[in-house]
């Protein structure tokens, strides 16, 4: 069938689709106020198209479903403003908060947040084309994230509870803010991987200025109100518009203490080189990554199979965590691509709502172009697109496409594709796929598949100082969350989890004194006159 016509037409629409009644959205939290933006907007464009007929047959139209606020730099100052004024060089209300009133102001967020469930779920769906069933999973975990970082935070605090005794030495040790944070999420997740920053900022005490991404930005408005009703004034503020206007001239100011920001290498970098004060900026990025699969001789075909079609297309491949190029040894890579071949052909194509539906639009202008140059440079030098009608496009749907035999000419073999193509790479050697990953420029995770122990054994001790996670027959993959998230060279910096969260957005500060009669007894009336918050002994239930 041709792909223009798993496309709705305007009666084919559902009737809860954002486009029957485009969102003008105005507002944006700054100081704890929701302001009215009276500048220009930018229209907000669905990767859902609409099927029109016309003279000449059958074609696409955009949906719109929405305008945000642009934004210009003066008023990007004037949030980085309210930030640092309500941190007030850590003097501020919030930052100096117990931290059970803080969790108390995150579990009313929370509250109001989930009320907001259904909305957020739609825009979720039409802004960037994501199954309804992945797009409910995306709101839940980031509402189990929370409340995670607040059982958590909570451990945190009874361990630094209690007072250290060492070498004659009383001392009080808790982790205490930074400062003010930016924080920038991905469109692929735009909620969850979002939040997983900007909470344990928040909970932690620093203020916070939040850009959302560039798709996936209508659904941070049904939670403004909830921003704001929950924490103090300028302790969170919510910005839109170009990155070029907001974000360089926060950089460029020097106020910014903390940065956290998913997406590529290159903007992180970007944006780092802006900071006057580059060691005073403490970063915390997800950014690109290549992940291999490694298919050993003596791997179970049905389960690699699985886990490779799951991890290559998942969310149509628009996952940092997905598996990019798949290393197949030559004595099983006819039957490998074989069952890998009948997988893909029999997963469905359609429109976010549909049930059952795997591969989805695209929402980014221009990515079926970028994917069809790949498979293109790919077959000019010798692969070829292995399932019926692979790398077929028509708007922004793109049926995925398993290229073999690739290599190291092809640009696929090096370049993160981002999408639905699969590089099917033989080896006779395993050392190939060893060299591979030594000498890549991004190191987040890779998958082993294989059933001999030593082996295994052999390849796990290699890479573990190559990346940050080794999935043992299974695909990449972040979660759970209560596991260290991070990756080697140009993949991440900093370490993503639910306890390494709040230590990335937090420092250990420590009182001490001698320990002897008269500084003990001094210590103690602190304690029990409860004139300090930072050397309470308060036990957190």
């Given at each position: ?265 290159k903007g992180a970098s970007d944006l780092k080189k ?208 209560s596991f260290p998230f991070n990756g080697r060279k ?52």
């Open positions: 069938m041709s792909l223009v016509r798993f496309f709705p037409t305007a009666a084919e629409l559902p009737a809860d689709c954002p486009a029957q009644h485009p969102l003008t959205q105005r507002d944006y939290l700054l100081n704890g106020e929701l302001l009215t933006w009276p500048g220009e907007l930018s229209p907000v464009y669905s990767p859902v198209q609409q099927r029109v007929q016309h003279d000449e047959g059958e074609a696409l139209q955009p949906l719109l479903l929405g305008y945000t606020p642009l934004l210009d730099a003066d008023t990007a100052l004037q949030a980085l403003d309210a930030a640092v004024a309500a941190y007030d060089l850590g003097r501020g209300v919030w930052p100096r908060m117990p931290v059970l009133e803080r969790i108390q102001h995150v579990e009313q967020f929370l509250t109001q947040m989930q009320q907001k469930r259904d909305q957020v779920i739609q825009l979720l769906m039409w802004e960037i084309g994501k199954t309804y069933p992945d797009a409910a999973k995306e709101f839940d975990r980031t509402c189990d994230y929370i409340r995670d970082t607040i059982v958590a935070l909570k451990q945190q605090d009874r361990a630094a509870s209690h007072f250290v005794i060492e070498e004659g030495t009383l001392g009080k040790i808790r982790r205490v803010p930074v400062g003010v944070a930016l924080c920038m999420g991905p469109f692929n997740y735009p909620l969850n991987e979002t939040f997983t920053t900007l909470i344990p900022a928040l909970i932690m005490g620093n203020t916070v200025i939040f850009k959302p991404a560039k798709y996936g930005v209508l659904l941070i408005e049904p939670l403004l109100q909830a921003f704001r009703d929950s924490f103090p004034a300028g302790v969170i503020n919510v910005i839109y518009g170009r990155g070029r206007d907001t974000v360089g001239v926060l950089m460029e100011s020097g106020k910014i203490d903390l940065f956290a920001f998913i997406g590529t290498n802006m900071h006057p004060k580059p060691h005073r900026l403490r970063a915390v990025l997800g950014l690109d990554a290549k992940n291999p699969a490694i298919v050993l001789p003596d791997a179970d075909l049905n389960r690699t199979v699985a886990e490779c079609v799951a991890g290559t297309l998942s969310f149509n491949g628009q996952r940092c965590t997905a598996l990019k190029i798949l290393f197949v040894h030559q004595s099983r890579v006819d039957e490998f691509l074989a069952a890998l071949t009948t997988a893909v052909e029999q997963l469905p194509l359609g429109m976010p709502w549909q049930s059952g539906v795997k591969i989805t639009p695209l929402p980014e202008p221009g990515k079926t172009d970028f994917l069809r140059a790949l498979l293109d440079d790919a077959t000019a030098k010798g692969a070829r697109v292995c399932n019926a009608d692979g790398g077929e496009r028509m708007g922004s749907l793109f049926r995925p496409a398993i290229l073999y035999p690739v290599n190291a000419k092809m640009r696929l073999y090096h370049e993160e594709q981002f999408g639905p193509l699969i590089p099917v790479v033989p080896y006779q050697d395993v050392q190939q796929a060893i060299d591979y990953v030594i000498h890549s420029n991004f190191g987040q995770q890779l998958s082993l598949f294989g059933q001999d122990p030593v082996q295994l054994g052999e390849l796990v001790d290699l890479f573990s100082n190559q990346v940050g996670r080794i999935n043992i027959n299974s695909q990449c993959q972040r979660g759970p969350d140009d993949s991440a910096e900093g370490t993503l989890s639910v306890v390494d969260a709040l230590r990335q957005f937090s420092t250990p500060t420590v009182v001490a004194a001698k320990y002897q009669p008269a500084d003990i007894e001094l210590i103690k009336a602190m304690v029990q006159q409860r004139s300090s918050h930072f050397v309470s002994t308060d036990f957190l239930f």
